[in-house]
């Protein structure tokens, strides 16, 4: 008998392993919340001090393994989903901000954000993984002028950062603010990204082998494997 996929459960062990991340590497202490949003269809969100009613990206965490003051703040919402097969976890939507205050809901205070978005079409204004820097400079005003003559800031310009398989992960964040000494890390800071990037890196494996396994197959056979053709469902 078919196990039936339990969202709300996946989506705690998922939260889980992002407390442990962060806890891990520039934060103490942090705890984040998974809630159920919806039943029908199954909708869960990940994120910081959101509540059943407040979901919105308003707070953020703060980067800090001591009692000193934070320099940088961390924005992180996550939305999620079984797949279509009702059989795993699936990232409907993704944001991970990074600013300098603690209130997300002010512009001002936002440096850059990742964003994805599953199912964004060819013909949509931006792809489904994109970084957007909040900066500006000369060049760059002169540079985003579009072909229609409408000028377009850096920090509205969706610069693609790969596809859904190989999107940047909260792992990439906190190590650019720890390679860039922009924040003191824990002490186990390298095992713990090490540990979460091959965590991710081989569920989007496995994702991609369930997409495409003819590829698997060939790949397989070109190593000598004996690849058993799938039993018929009945």
């Not at 407390?19 to 994120?47: A, F, H």
């Not at 944001?95 to 994805?116: F, P, R």
């Not at 991710?200 to 494996?205: A, H, P, S, T, V």
Request: charged share 30%.
């Amino acid at each position: 008998m078919a196990r039936t996929f339990d969202l709300e459960k996946e989506s705690r062990r998922f939260k889980d392993e992002l407390d442990g991340l962060l806890n891990r590497t520039v934060c103490t202490g942090i705890c984040l919340k998974s809630i159920v949003v919806s039943t029908s269809p199954q909708r869960t969100v990940i994120g910081y001090k959101i509540t059943k009613d407040k979901q919105a990206l308003t707070t953020g965490i703060p980067v800090t393994i001591d009692d000193s003051e934070p320099r940088f703040y961390i924005g992180l919402s996550i939305r999620l989903a079984p797949d279509e097969q009702q059989t795993f976890l699936m990232v409907d939507s993704s944001t991970m901000i990074l600013a300098t205050s603690a209130d997300l809901t002010n512009d001002a205070n936002i440096l850059l954000h990742y964003d994805y978005e599953r199912g964004k079409h060819d013909w949509d204004d931006y792809p489904e993984a994109h970084l957007q820097v909040c900066a500006s400079s000369e060049a760059w005003r002169e540079a985003a002028q579009r072909l229609n003559g409408k000028d377009r800031l850096l920090e509205r310009l969706h610069l693609p950062v790969g596809d859904r398989r190989f999107r940047p992960t909260l792992e990439d964040l906190v190590e650019f603010l720890i390679r860039e000494k922009l924040a003191k890390p824990q002490r186990q800071w390298r095992s713990a990204i090490a540990a979460g990037r091959a965590g991710f890196q081989e569920k989007q494996l496995k994702a991609a082998v369930r997409r495409r396994p003819e590829l698997a197959i060939e790949v397989l056979e070109r190593l000598d494997y004996n690849v058993k053709a799938p039993r018929k469902k009945k």
